[in-house]
């Protein structure tokens, strides 16, 4: 792959180079990313926390980061400060909304118990019009419940998955022989253990109605 260069625009000499990356070096990192569960293991302040230190570095950084715009693209240095005082407020805002916006996660510590089932509560909710942007289950998460050999799933969402190219996240699943509980109500549900029953209509079809149940033991 070639090199991005970057060029002081007011001597027009090089002022560093970066190599490119290929798409197939950018999807293995990604890759090699998803499959790494320590960060999914921490716990939704744990995050925080991690994103919130920018703030201090930006800080730290910021004589060093104006001066950096200043020789590449010509900023004048108080426009630099102004720059990264907006991101710093802007990290500081979303550290805010973290909390909304993985609420709907399941942050797994390693299931050593045998028959689990996983019950994943998002952030959807009933209502009189359908949201066709509601949470689902991607394909790696299907592949990361099959690893943990769990023995079945249910969302509270009319399906696992929306629109997906080839249904990956169902066949994965129903590959390994991991039933699907979809449309499961768990508005009032807190997270912890429980008991799951689902009673299915007595009928012969690869899907059914179902009565759930949850007991705390």
């Not at 001597?11 to 890759?31: D, F, H, P, W």
């Not at 089932?117 to 066709?132: E, Q, R, W």
Request: glycine share 6%; proline share 4%.
């Amino acid at each position: 792959m070639g090199k991005v260069t970057s060029i002081n625009p007011s001597t027009e000499e090089v002022y560093g180079e970066l190599e490119e990356s290929s798409a197939s070096e950018i999807n293995q990192k990604v890759k090699v990313a998803r499959e790494n569960h320590e960060w999914g293991k921490k716990k939704i302040e744990e995050r925080v926390e991690v994103v919130r230190r920018l703030i201090d570095l930006l800080d730290s950084k910021k004589e060093e980061l104006v001066r950096v715009m200043a020789m590449e693209m010509g900023k004048p240095l108080k426009a630099g400060r102004h720059e990264i005082s907006i991101a710093q407020k802007r990290i500081f805002d979303y550290c805010a909304m973290i909390p909304s916006f993985i609420s709907d996660e399941i942050l797994f510590e390693d299931v050593k118990e045998k028959n689990i089932i996983v019950l994943l509560k998002t952030k959807n909710k009933p209502g009189k019009t359908f949201n066709y942007k509601f949470t689902y289950l991607e394909k790696s998460g299907a592949e990361y419940l099959v690893s943990k050999k769990v023995k079945a799933v249910g969302l509270d969402s009319l399906s696992i998955e929306r629109n997906q190219p080839d249904y990956n996240t169902h066949k994965i699943l129903l590959k390994n022989n991991i039933p699907i509980f979809e449309g499961l109500y768990l508005g009032k549900i807190k997270q912890g253990k429980y008991l799951f029953y689902g009673f299915p209509l007595k009928i012969k079809a690869d899907g059914s109605p179902i009565r759930a149940v949850l007991i705390k033991p």
